[in-house]
């Protein structure tokens, strides 16, 4: 019997996806025919030496098998294995450039400022040829003698252009103290995740819509799955793959108003799948080619250059095919004429750059497009009722009966601005309105409201918020909260969460489940509940939600960053640092940095060596194609005897412009000693990798990608972006504010118990084999995000 191969496309997509969560896919057909094959053998298949290889080559990676893909590997062809075994390398990063500045850089080289000043006197003013110039190196630069000691360096010390390339050695693998195990993936589970992708009830982040392009692409010549899509980031995901697939009139019943018009626009355009102001844009653009050193140099400064080249990449312009498909799509709309320029108005001023680059002016004229004419003529003459400025006009007017009355007619937006109506018109009569219309308010707002209530009512400190489009930021709480005392704010909290538990309960209590038992693993009371989460790193490493807590073995962590893989030779300067806080109780005097409560250090480029923590060397050219890399390691038993708090990771863009696409970084750890090559410097073992993310396309020059706390030995996951062109100039309080408000989610495991709570389920704290539990929460489940989310039940 011939076995048949997936093509390249399929496997490819759906094996990168298989591998974020944890398993290996092999192809359906595959398995049927084997398992035949086997059944007619009639006897126990021998595990084959080409199985025996590729399982020790991916425990040399970090991974293992379970029983299942262990007898599905042995049945499959050696090509077929070949395949798994090269996705796998492809995902590890494997065949990457991993060497450093520094050969052997755990041992300091002794370079200061000093050598740096020295070299560039010689290479300003000494002329070439001269004995008093030193070694003279391959970037044009030369080293004088009782500098930098060149023995030890893989490229050169002053410029930062690497020379000398090595591979990963046999010592650089298997040093991990924990395998990943992976488990077995048929397209039975690719199509099932493809669906709770499709389905999910929470905005998927970028690691999930990259799944979803990549699903959706393995499974083009077949229907979409007949799932109700909730999320309008997944919609633009959808309606892109139709209109490439040459279907656009199939994306007409997705769109139910012009907004989702005018956002699959601008993703197509920008590649945001939300809509940000183009102003926010070209602001962050320019700001983003800023440069430090412009005060000595103003040619460093690109800002106003890339001001410019920002507007004219997002001028509009489309061809006759889309201006006619758009047009149809917006005279077939089933609004009414009111509510279409109703939906339009708050972004005015863009839809006008589009009316006008669509020509739909044009083609309203057209038969057949009267509905776009009257739309236009309305829209045009401003002839509509705007709902949002009749609420503005009965709030100023303090009208609660009138307000609430407007703000019931739209549920969600009724949710989203609760806490401050609340202030301003009081507790009772806002919750009496809300409590009226909560059972329409999707469970994901449901929740948000019961998790940061607490948060919002209190008097004092600052709230962690993200503009769209924009980085992190802190700004003042409500200046409302002062009008009322504490037990007002406290009668406002315990309302709000007696109305939000009661509702989620009732919807649990309204599903059929006829299970007596539940169990839920203890790990999932460290992770979150994915809502809000819109993150714009993807994980080709099994995923992990923001706010995961990854706890620590052994007394180090290896920060590793890698860039410029397929680029070619140019300046290209990003930056691998920490941040080092300390508390306030211990002997901070000979710390560089003091700040009120306490004091930093800073571990960079401008400072290779500080008290607990190593750097690998500033690399600031990237050589032709492979890429280079930057490592740190963090001593985290000094630290702690040194009074540390905790520990802040972040990557930058030194060079103009943003973090560069496709730069990976993240950490690594293990309870035994990771090794460092003498000769080459590499210290990448990718059995040790703990977790990495893959920067794609965005605004970003700064961003903190993990946090370690020093005291309770774990490693917080988030991302947060931040405006800075080096570590100095991140702001430390908006790391605390969003550790807070992460603390504040509710995790995974509260939610299962809350579920087992109303529908009268026993929980187990262990789930036996010989009698397990009826449902059965584990580590494997909760990775698939997206189907987490099916417990927020609208």
Not at 314 to 343: H, Q
Not at 404 to 426: T, V
Request: aromatic share 10%; with cysteine; glycine share 6%.
């Amino acid at each position: 019997m011939e076995t048949t191969f997936p093509t390249t496309t399929k496997f490819s997509n759906i094996s990168a996806v298989a591998v974020r969560n944890q398993a290996v896919y092999v192809m359906t057909e595959i398995a049927e025919i084997n398992e035949q094959i086997d059944t007619k053998i009639g006897e126990e298949k021998k595990l084959r030496q080409t199985t025996s290889v590729l399982v020790a080559n991916l425990a040399r990676l970090g991974f293992g098998v379970d029983e299942k893909l262990l007898t599905a590997l042995n049945n499959l062809p050696t090509n077929y294995q070949l395949m798994i075994a090269d996705k796998f390398k492809t995902v590890m990063g494997v065949n990457k450039n991993w060497t450093p500045l520094v050969k052997g850089w755990d041992v300091p080289t002794g370079e200061d400022i000093t050598d740096h000043l020295m070299t560039w006197f010689v290479n300003e003013f000494i002329p070439k040829g001269h004995e008093k110039r030193g070694t003279e190196l391959p970037c044009g630069h030369a080293i004088p003698p009782n500098t930098f000691p060149l023995e030890r360096y893989n490229g050169c010390p002053f410029c930062g252009t690497p020379f000398e390339f090595g591979k990963l050695e046999n010592e650089n693998f298997g040093q991990g103290s924990k395998l990943k195990i992976l488990s077995l993936w048929t397209d039975k589970e690719a199509k099932q995740y493809f669906e709770d992708l499709l389905a999910s009830k929470t905005a998927l982040d970028a690691t999930q819509i990259d799944s979803l392009k990549k699903m959706i692409q393995a499974y083009k010549d077949e229907e979409l799955p007949s799932v109700e899509i909730k999320m309008k980031e997944t919609l633009m995901v959808v309606i892109s793959s139709l209109v490439e697939f040459g279907k656009p009139e199939k994306a007409q019943i997705y769109f139910k108003s012009p907004v989702d018009i005018m956002r699959y626009l601008w993703y197509k355009h920008t590649g945001f799948l939300q809509i940000v102001k183009p102003k926010v844009v070209v602001a962050r653009k320019s700001k983003n080619s800023k440069h430090i050193g412009s005060i000595l140099n103003p040619n460093l400064d690109q800002s106003a250059n890339t001001k410019l080249a920002a507007k004219a990449d997002l001028k509009l312009k489309y061809s006759r095919k889309e201006c006619f498909m758009v047009a149809s799509w917006l005279n077939n709309l089933g609004m009414s004429y009111d509510a279409i320029c109703e939906a339009m108005h708050p972004k005015r001023e863009m839809w006008v750059r589009f009316i006008r680059a669509l020509r739909l002016a044009e083609y309203s004229k057209k038969a057949g497009f009267e509905k776009l004419k009257i739309v236009l003529d309305k829209f045009y003459n401003e002839d509509y009722r705007v709902w949002q400025s009749e609420v503005d006009k009965y709030r100023l007017r303090t009208d609660v009966e009138k307000t609430m009355s407007l703000l019931k007619q739209r549920p969600g937006l009724f949710a989203r601005s609760l806490f401050a109506n609340m202030l301003w018109f009081g507790k009772d009569d806002v919750l009496e309105a809300f409590s009226e219309i909560i059972d329409k308010v999707p469970a994901r707002l449901v929740f948000t409201l019961n998790m940061y209530a607490d948060s919002y009512f209190t008097k004092g400190g600052m709230r962690a918020v993200k503009p769209l489009g924009g980085t992190n930021k802190n700004i003042p709480k409500n200046q409302l909260l002062n009008l009322y005392d504490e037990e007002v704010l406290k009668a406002m909290k315990e309302g709000i969460e007696e109305m939000c538990v009661l509702a989620m309960k009732k919807r649990f209590e309204a599903q059929d489940n006829e299970n007596k038992t539940i169990y839920i693993d203890p790990m999932l009371f460290k992770i979150p509940v994915s809502i809000g989460d819109r993150s714009e790193t993807v994980q080709d490493m099994p995923s992990a939600l923001m706010g995961t807590r990854f706890e620590i073995e052994g007394n180090t962590v290896r920060l590793f960053m890698q860039w410029g893989e397929g680029l070619k030779t140019q300046h290209l300067d990003m930056d691998l640092s920490c941040h080092v806080a300390y508390k306030s109780d211990v002997d901070n005097s000979q710390r560089k940095y003091k700040v009120y409560g306490g004091a930093y250090d800073i571990c960079s480029y401008s400072n290779l060596v500080t008290d607990g923590c190593k750097h690998s060397g500033d690399i600031q050219y990237i050589p032709e194609k492979v890429g280079t890399a930057e490592y740190i390691d963090i001593d985290v038993h000094e630290l702690r005897q040194k009074g540390a708090k905790y520990v802040t990771f972040t990557c930058n863009a030194y060079s103009n412009g943003e973090i560069t696409p496709n730069l990976v970084v993240g950490w690594m750890n293990s309870k035994y000693p990771m090794t460092i090559s003498e000769k080459t410097g590499v210290a990448y073992d990718p059995s040790c990798v703990q977790h990495q993310v893959r920067i794609q396309q965005g605004l970003t020059k700064g961003l903190v990608f993990g946090v370690l706390d020093i005291d309770k030995n774990e490693i917080v996951w988030l991302e947060l972006s931040f405006h800075g062109q080096v570590v100095g100039q991140l702001n430390t309080t908006n790391v605390e504010t969003l550790l807070a408000k992460l603390d504040s989610k509710l995790n995974v495991g509260n939610l299962l118990l809350l579920k087992a709570e109303a529908q009268n389920l026993e929980v187990l704290e262990e789930n036996d084999e010989q009698n397990p539990a009826d449902e059965v929460y584990s580590k494997e489940w909760v990775m698939n995000t997206a189907a987490v989310t099916q417990l927020l039940v609208d």
